[in-house]
Structures are given as structure tokens and as C-alpha cells.
């Protein structure tokens, strides 16, 4: 089968052999437990505990802010120590809630409802959403009014992001080799959300063991295929992976939905598989912990809220002094100046580099080579843009489709120069969006 | 929390190419010329080349020290050196060649900026410039015992040209430009190695053949065509000239509309105008013409029709 992609984008050095082949490892929190209110992209969650509360594991701590929001739960028992601003990968302060862990782990007693398979769509998502569930590959968009569209019978494809595009993430990975029933059985829940839709499993192909045991599984579910991707950078961008498998078009202002298509990350569907099929709320996720300075390196089943730094250290901590501490993929991810932050729903990865890249690029003035247009998932022209956002000429920068810039970091990547193209892009961006708003 | 680590905004990888990487690159592949160039012409082509590396260099370097803003490490201006040595005689008088290197580098390149700023090749304004300033010395392609024209000089004339002669490059004219295989050698090293593409190269000398083709009154002679393609620095200009990354469009289509552009222009300049070349002129006025090209060839953002709606300002 050919195998499906996009135009443009890059082939970086992808440090999955790291991690790849060890099974996934639980740990267990040491220190009190962080749950930041805002983890999702929306309204913050709001407070239903107070300080000196005694809370199991899987019990509600912050209720929905709004619509577009999600619940936040307790993944241990044990008292609320305090509500209070507490830094988080960022470096932002966000109020959140500190639970003191009791090491009982006693929670609220998890059952899936009794004949899961005729529940309603109402009831599937009402479960999906006090699970708290959110995009976990790192937007964090709430799952529940992702999969409640304008028109869901103009759904036509649920994809499942399993492209794991970023270098040194394997989580994703090893989720699909250890437990990829969860994964079909998960999507064919979302599925039952919309009557019109196929299931549709899009995997790179540098990951051909998930793709031969995802066939075989799905080989008796008609809505289901499985898809081959090219193996190359961000193939598992929302635009660029829609485009690989269905052939349509989205574009920043528009939303997948509106060519019919929803996609979802691996994660995300198992927690919809968790929540549904066996009532177990969104309270833990896969981490990797990775890079070539860290001891060794894993992917580790953790509690949502432990600290980054208990993590490291049950990786056996640094091997070498690290330059470089990046939460989540180094294309995408979060640059941190601590370790003494929670992880959060969203938290894909915590790498540790030797050497950072960055502090050693020296920008340097752009020779016009084009290698960032060749590889802009987007198709615009990230020098000129970075140049209009530079001289803060607003009018070229929205004419020439700044906007559209998805953020992947491609064109710094690949500049002869070390320009900071990304960089320089993505402030004008934010600050056009925050115009917007007003 | 005692220790604070580096951050930055993403990415947080780099890739290891690098501008004076890619300078290198551009000095390895015009190599086989340069050699093939000393080898047929003798010391002095050594002492041209000297002469205009150093110029350009020094150049750059008085300049930095008066900036106080040192570039010389970023080795654009030997490349300039080079390519402008390879596109003189060997017999130019040293102190022109110097002038020639000095011109290329203050007044084409740095007065408008430094490199990416300039808007014109600075090898090929050069040339250009002492092209008029000294049209006897420039058109002297006299060396050791060989005295006649040009090959494409004797071409333009009706007379026979040795072909084999011409491919390998036994031949008259500048330093780098007579031997067609030391040339496409080179080439072959700039796209194995990604630094350029196809695209205007191939738009160009397309373009050309099939405008001598039509108007060049042989038709498609092979023999003929042959003789166009590896006469009179056509090679040299399409793949190390007009590639120039500073002085081509940026986008795609653009660069097969400049390629189109300058095999038309070279096709005319050869054909009709007074001398047998034009590839520098052609690639001079194609430079000149990138920020409108670029404009008439803006792309459309992913997910747009074509011209499609933008954002409300």
C-alpha cells in the first residue's frame, strides 16, 4: 500500500531507540501530589474541595469551569494540604489544588455501568466527560465537546493519531505494542458517537509491528482500517495527518470537523476505552522519560499530579549534567527551568539534554537558501514572515497567511542560519490572537 | 529548587547545517572546475584566483574591523572570489582582478547590507562591471600558444567547432568555464549534497535549447545545441550562478519562472544581440527581477483555494 503523507516537513535524528523496547514501568508517587486547575485548553477547572479535605482516588477535586473545559480528579487518596498558585512547566503560577498522599491508594471504586453496550451517545459522552478527559498528545482540548460536533452524522472519519511523529516519544508506542486492544476498542466506542463515521488507525511506518498487530485485530471490523504513513515529521500535525489519509483540507480557521473528520490521540482514545468500557476516570498516563542525559530511560506509568523530579529519579536521575530540560517532544515541547513541577494531563515526555542546541545557535543573517519554505507543513514562507514579524509590519505578516503557521518548528529546524523562525512567528501570532479576542 | 536550566522556545533540536557548511559545500563542487581551469591554463590562473580570493576576503575583513561586526567566518566571500576568477581570462591583468574582487564584494555586496541583502550575484556584477569598464582586456582569451576565438565566438561566426574539444573543455575563454564535464562534476556534488535543487537549472537550460532550437536557424541539431549548452559559461551560470540562493526567488514556482526568464534572455542575448554570450547579463537582469517574480508567484497558505479568502485585517 502507498504509503500516505504531506508536503514538507523534516527527518530529524529520532532517539525512539532509547525507550523503545522496555515495557512501560508504574511507579508510584514519593512527594504530595499537584493538580494545576487549568491543564486543558479552556475555562480553568473550579474547586470542589477545600483545604483539610480527606479524598480517594478517582474523586472529583475541580468541577467543568464551563463548556469547553473538563474536571479534574484525585489519583491518590489523601488530604488537600492546600489551594494555592503553584508553578507549572510554563513557568506560569496557576492556582491548583495539593493533595498530601496517604500511600494507601484507596479510591472510589471503579465499575463500568452495567450493559455498556447500550448506552446512549448522551451517556457515553457524559461519561467521557467526568473522566475529565483531554486531548493527551499535548493540545489538551476537552474530549467530551470534541466528539460533540455541530453535526455529527456529517462526521465522516474518526482517525486515531497514532503517528507519534515527535523524536524521542515512545509512549504512544508502547501503549499500541502492550495493550492495542484498548486502542480498537476504544475507537469503536468514539465510533458509536456517529453514525456515518469510519474508523481510521494511521500509523507511521517506522512503527510496522503496531500496524501488522492493528490489522489482524481490526481485520473483522468493517468501519476499521489501519493506514501507513510516511515516517516523517509532523506527520501527526491535525492538518497534515488529515491530509495524508482522507486527501482534505483544513486550515487554521477552520476545525477538522468541518471536512468531517475528527482525530484523536492514542492515549486519548485508551482513557475514552478506561472511562467507558471499564469506569476508571483519566488519573494516570504514560510519560517518557528520555535523552541522552538521563540514566535510563523509560516509559513510565505515573500518577497525574507527581512531580517531574519524582519521575526522574525513579529513572535512576541524570547520568551526565543536562543543558537542556524539555517537557514533552523537542519540537513542540516546553523549554523548563525546574524539575519541581507536576505533570499534568498533557504531559507527554520529560527529556534531558547533554547539549542544547539553541544556546549554541548563534542567529545569523538569512541567505535565502529556502530550505524552511520546502519544509513548511504550512506552505508559506517562514523567513518572510519571520522578517514582517521582526519589523512589526501587522498588515504583511496577516496578508501573507502568518496565521496559518502551525507552530511545528520545522523551518528553525532546518535554517542554515539558526534563525529562531518559529520563534520570532509565534509571538506575532499570539499577539494577533489575543487582538482577536478583543 | 537550587538549579535553573536553559530554556527556549521551541524547537529544541537543530539541524547541522549551517551557512559557511553550505559555503563549503559551494567551494568543494567548484573544485573540478578550478583544477581543470589550472591544469588548461597554467600558473596564472593560480595567481587570478589568488588574487580575487584575497581581494573579496580582504574586503570583508577591512569592512568588519570598520563595523566592528566580523563576517568573514561565513566564507560567502571566498565563494565570490572563486566564482569571479573562474569567469575572468586568465591573461586580466592582476590589479583588475583585484578592483573586480573589491567591487563585488563593498559595493555589490556590502553597501546594500552584506550577504542576503544584496540584490545582485556579487561574482557576476563584478564581471559585469569590468566587463564594461575593460571590454579589451576581459575579451582576451589568448593563452600559451592558442590565439582564436571563443568557441562560441567561431559558432556565431558560421564556423565548425570541435565538440569534443568543447566538453572537455580544451578550449579559449574565462578560467572556469570551458570544460562542460569539470562543470556538471560540480553540479552533481551541489544536488547530491541538497544544496540545490533541479528546479532552475532545469527550467533554464530547457528553456534555452529550445529557444536556440527555434530561432538559432540549425534547428535541433544535436551537434549545435551540444555546442550552445557547453559553450561560454551557459553550465557555470545555471548551476552555480543563478542559483545563487541571496539573488533567486525563494518559492518554487518563482524559481521555475526566473529559470524560464533567463534561458529566454540567454537564448536572445547569444542570438541577436552583439556578442556571442549572455549568460551573465541574462542572470544580472533575472536578479533584478526576483522581488517582482516573488510577488507574481506568492504561495497560498495549506488549506486555501488558490488566491482563497485571507483573515479579516
Known amino acids: 500500500m502507498a504509503k500516505l503523507t504531506f508536503v514538507g516537513g523534516i527527518h530529524p535524528f529520532d532517539g525512539k531507540s532509547l525507550t523503545k523496547k522496555k515495557r512501560i514501568k508504574d511507579i508510584l508517587p514519593t512527594g504530595d501530589l499537584v493538580y494545576p486547575l487549568s491543564q486543558h485548553i479552556g475555562a480553568p477547572a473550579k474547586a470542589v474541595v477545600k483545604k483539610g479535605d480527606h479524598v480517594l482516588a478517582g474523586q472529583m477535586l475541580a468541577e467543568s469551569g464551563g463548556f469547553v473545559s473538563a474536571p479534574i480528579l484525585s489519583s491518590v487518596s489523601g488530604t488537600v494540604k492546600a489551594i494555592e498558585p503553584r508553578r507549572v512547566v510554563t513557568g506560569d503560577l496557576v492556582m491548583s489544588i495539593v493533595v498530601e498522599n496517604d500511600g494507601k491508594y484507596e479510591d472510589v471504586g471503579f465499575a463500568p455501568k452495567a450493559n455498556v453496550d447500550k448506552l446512549s451517545k448522551q451517556e457515553i459522552l457524559d461519561l467521557i466527560r467526568d473522566a475529565g478527559i483531554v486531548g493527551m498528545g499535548g493540545a489538551g482540548f476537552p474530549t467530551h465537546v470534541k466528539l460533540s460536533p455541530k453535526n455529527p452524522d456529517g462526521i465522516h472519519y474518526v482517525i486515531a493519531n497514532c503517528a507519534e511523529c515527535e523524536p524521542y516519544l515512545t509512549s504512544d508506542y508502547r501503549r499500541m505494542v502492550e495493550e492495542p486492544m484498548k486502542l480498537v476498542e476504544g475507537l469503536k466506542i468514539i465510533l458509536r458517537l456517529f453514525d456515518n463515521a469510519k474508523g481510521i488507525i494511521a500509523v507511521e511506518d517506522n512503527k510496522s509491528d503496531c500496524i501488522e498487530t492493528l490489522t489482524k485485530l481490526t481485520k473483522d471490523e468493517p468501519y476499521i482500517s489501519v493506514k501507513t504513513l510516511k515516517t516523517k515529521y509532523p506527520q501527526g500535525g491535525e492538518r497534515q495527518l488529515i491530509y495524508a489519509v482522507t486527501g482534505r483540507k483544513v486550515n487554521a480557521s477552520m476545525l477538522p470537523a468541518d471536512v468531517g473528520c475528527i482525530v484523536n490521540n492514542v492515549d486519548t482514545i485508551v482513557a475514552v476505552y478506561h472511562a467507558v468500557a471499564e469506569g476508571r476516570p483519566l488519573i494516570e498516563r504514560i510519560v517518557t522519560v528520555t535523552g541522552d542525559a538521563v540514566k535510563s530511560p523509560r516509559n513510565f506509568r505515573v500518577k ?27 519540537m513542540m515541547g516546553f523549554g523548563m527551568f525546574q524539575l519541581d513541577v507536576p505533570t499534568t494531563k498533557t504531559s507527554t515526555a520529560l527529556l534531558a539534554f547533554q547539549r542544547d542546541d539553541v544556546s549554541r545557535a548563534k ?3 538569512c541567505i ?6 520546502e519544509v513548511c507543513p504550512g506552505r508559506v514562507v517562514p523567513s518572510k514572515l519571520a522578517d514582517y514579524a521582526e519589523h512589526f509590519d501587522e498588515e504583511a505578516f496577516l496578508e501573507n497567511y502568518g496565521m496559518e503557521c502551525c507552530e511545528c518548528g520545522c523551518c528553525s529546524y532546518v535554517c542554515p542560519a539558526k534563525r529562531p523562525l518559529t520563534q520570532e512567528i509565534k509571538s506575532m501570532r499570539k499577539l494577533q490572537l489575543a487582538k482577536r479576542k478583543k | 529548587m537550587s538549579e535553573l536550566f536553559q530554556i527556549s522556545s521551541n524547537p529544541h533540536i537543530r539541524s547541522r547545517v549551517t551557512t559557511s557548511g553550505i559555503m563549503m559545500g559551494v567551494l568543494l563542487a567548484l573544485m573540478p572546475a ?8 597554467g600558473p596564472r590562473a593560480v595567481l587570478v584566483i589568488i588574487v580575487t580570493v584575497a581581494s573579496c576576503e580582504l574586503t570583508e575583513l577591512l569592512f568588519g574591523l570598520l563595523r566592528k561586526k566580523m563576517t568573514i567566518g561565513d566564507l560567502s566571500a571566498a565563494v565570490t572570489g572563486l566564482l569571479l576568477a573562474l569567469n575572468l581570462p586568465v591573461s586580466i591583468p592582476l590589479w583588475m582582478a583585484a578592483l573586480g574582487g573589491v567591487f563585488a564584494i563593498l559595493i555589490v555586496k556590502l553597501l546594500f547590507g552584506g550577504l542576503g541583502q544584496n540584490f545582485m550575484n556579487p561574482a557576476l556584477g563584478a564581471r559585469c562591471f569590468l566587463l564594461i569598464s575593460f571590454p579589451t582586456a576581459m575579451t582576451n582569451f589568448a593563452y600559451d600558444a592558442f590565439t582564436g576565438a571563443t568557441p562560441l565566438a567561431a559558432l556565431k561566426a558560421g564556423e565548425s567547432v570541435n565538440l569534443v574539444d568543447m566538453v572537455f573543455g580544451n578550449t579559449g575563454g574565462t578560467i572556469g568555464e570551458t570544460s562542460a564535464i569539470a562543470i556538471l562534476i560540480g553540479a552533481c556534488i551541489l544536488l547530491i549534497t541538497g544544496i540545490i535543487d533541479l528546479r532552475i537549472p532545469a527550467s533554464y537550460l530547457v528553456t534555452f ?14 551537434a549545435y545545441l551540444t555546442a550552445q549548452l557547453s559553450g561560454g559559461g551557459l553550465l557555470l551560470g545555471a548551476f552555480f550562478m543563478a542559483t545563487d540562493y541571496v539573488t533567486r526567488p525563494i518559492t518554487g514556482r518563482g524559481q521555475y519562472v526566473y529559470g524560464i526568464f533567463l534561458g529566454l534572455m540567454t537564448g536572445i542575448f547569444r542570438l541577436f544581440g552583439p556578442g556571442a554570450e549572455g549568460v551573465s547579463y541574462a542572470i ?22 488558490k488566491g482563497g479568502k485571507r483573515y479579516a485585517k
Open chain 2, 284 to 305: 544580472i537582469l533575472g536578479n533584478l527581477l526576483v522581488p517582482l517574480i516573488e510577488k507574481m508567484t506568492k504561495p497560498t497558505a495549506f488549506g486555501y483555494a
Open chain 1, 368 to 373: 535565502n537558501c529556502g530550505r524552511c519554505v
Open chain 1, 304 to 330: 497525574i499530579g507527581t512531580s517531574y523530579q519524582d519521575i526522574l529519579e525513579q529513572a535512576g536521575g541524570f547520568g551526565v549534567t543536562p543543558e537542556k530540560i524539555i517537557c514533552g517532544g523537542p
Open chain 2, 34 to 41: 578550478t583544477g581543470f581551469g589550472i591544469y588548461h591554463f
Open chain 2, 209 to 222: 535549447v529550445l529557444f536556440v532550437g527555434l530561432f538559432g536557424g540549425n534547428g535541433f541539431d544535436p
Open chain 1, 363 to 365: 542567529p545569523t543573517a
